[in-house]
């Protein structure tokens, strides 16, 4: 399994975020809102947040769900 996040901040802001609280996983970053947009999880390249989702990715490369995160650390648990 992979986990990776996804935000619209940059390269720099998301390697400080993730050294700050000591996540092991990829942070990627959407600068562009290319990735939001595509998959629904910003309604324009405007916006300045994404919706917070979790998107389950088959090993096919289709999404087989997409759930609208309310508690990301406790729902990453759960999935687990």
């Known amino acids: 399994m992979t986990i990776l996040g996804i935000s619209f901040d940059t390269p720099a802001a998301n390697k400080a ?5 000591g996540y092991t996983f990829r ?3 959407d ?3 290319q990735v939001a947009l ?3 999880a910003a309604e324009k390249k405007e916006d300045g947040y ?4 979790t998107f389950v990715i088959g090993a096919d490369g289709r ?3 997409a759930i ?3 508690d990301p650390a406790g729902q990453a ?3 687990l």
């Open 50 to 53: 994404a919706r917070r989702y």
């Open 38 to 40: 595509a998959y629904g």
């Open 27 to 29: 942070l990627l970053s």
């Open 63 to 65: 999404i087989d769900d």
């Open 17 to 21: 975020f993730a050294e700050k609280f």
């Open 68 to 70: 609208d995160t309310k």
């Open 31 to 33: 600068t562009e809102r």
């Open 77 to 79: 648990a759960t999935l």
